[in-house]
DNA sequence: AGCATCGACCGGCGGC
DNA sequence: TGCCGCCGGTCGATG
């Protein structure tokens, strides 16, 4: 599952070797075609599939940027920008390559949706196993609503204090912590897996109200995300289940992890407890974590 | 008006 | 072996 350390490893993996780069033709897979001919949205949000491949040639990569959990292409083509949002969902991944064959994992392979010809036959693909993730053009942001409601980034000096208002508005203050910092209107890319590990080393209760809960503590909870944020792009993310780095890469902190998929409690050894808050499974020690 | 809940998007895989 | 149903990030519709 991407969450903010592995969209951001694929971006610093992507931007060297695709910054420059111009589009010459796009391919989309039949099954995308079928779904969209269907009237479903499957990966290709907001645009017919024709509209879609017949905007994006002659569009030229200018830069690529992260933000929350979404990878922003920014374009240019006759002058005018463009902006193409990527989102990973749950199984998304993309792949540089000359030959589809050079996607080892038959599994990524098999679901190639989206192919971005670039200059020289190089290709900038697009697969996802389940089809959560999303691929959106715009001309800019402010032209997809929810991309401007987005938390700030969690690194930004502005971050701390937007949690901290938010914390205290009446929708959120009867919710369970876990279910608020998982909220991309509060913390910016913080999913199941680095919720659960910030709970466990504050060995905070991830149902404990929000309202039950001091400012000291709620910054450093803050502080907390902060740092397994960071310490997940330091070491390459985590692979688990279906996320891959560019071209199939691994990340290394799913080592790391201490509590995140865990049986046994690593400081008491007790059996760990499972839990759905918020809609999503949770994971923590009932006797360390208050 | 603002909030809560639900459905949509899916294939892999665990469990029976 | 085969099939059923659970899982999940995010948005938009519905209540």
């Not at 390459?236 to 279906?242: F, H, N, V």
Request: glycine fraction near 8%.
């Amino acid at each position: 599952m991407p969450e903010l350390p592995e969209v951001e490893g694929v971006v610093r993996s992507l931007r060297p070797i695709a910054t420059g780069k111009t589009i010459q033709s796009v391919d989309v897979s039949e099954t995308i075609i079928t779904s969209k001919a269907n009237g479903k949205e499957a990966i290709i949000k907001g645009a017919d599939v024709d509209v879609f491949k017949e905007a994006l040639p002659q569009m030229t990569i200018e830069r690529i940027d992260r933000r929350s959990k979404y990878i922003y292409f920014h374009l240019v083509k006759d002058g005018i920008p463009h902006l193409l949002v990527s989102h990973l969902g749950m199984s998304g991944a993309w792949f540089y390559v000359r030959n589809l064959h050079e996607i080892e994992e038959e599994k990524f392979k098999r679901h190639s949706h989206v192919i971005f010809h670039l200059e020289e036959g190089d290709m900038l693909v697009y697969a996802d196993i389940r089809r959560f993730g999303e691929l959106r053009l715009l001309e800019s942001e402010a032209d997809h609503p929810p991309l401007l409601l987005m938390a700030p980034e969690p690194f930004d000096q502005d971050a701390l204090d937007h949690y901290l208002a938010m914390s205290i508005l009446p929708k959120y203050e009867n919710k369970a912590i876990k279910e608020f910092i998982m909220d991309g209107h509060v913390v910016s890319g913080c999913g199941n897996i680095y919720a659960t590990e910030a709970l466990f080393r504050l060995r905070m209760h991830p149902a404990r109200k929000v309202k039950r809960i001091s400012k000291e503590r709620k910054i450093q909870l803050f502080n907390e995300i902060v740092i397994v944020l960071l310490d997940s792009i330091e070491n390459g993310g985590s692979t688990i289940s279906d996320y891959r780095s560019i071209n199939g890469e691994a990340g290394n902190m799913q080592n790391r992890l201490q509590m995140y998929g865990k049986k046994n409690c690593p400081i008491c050894g007790r059996k760990t407890l499972q839990k759905t808050i918020g809609g999503r499974t949770s994971t923590y020690c009932g006797a360390c974590q208050k």
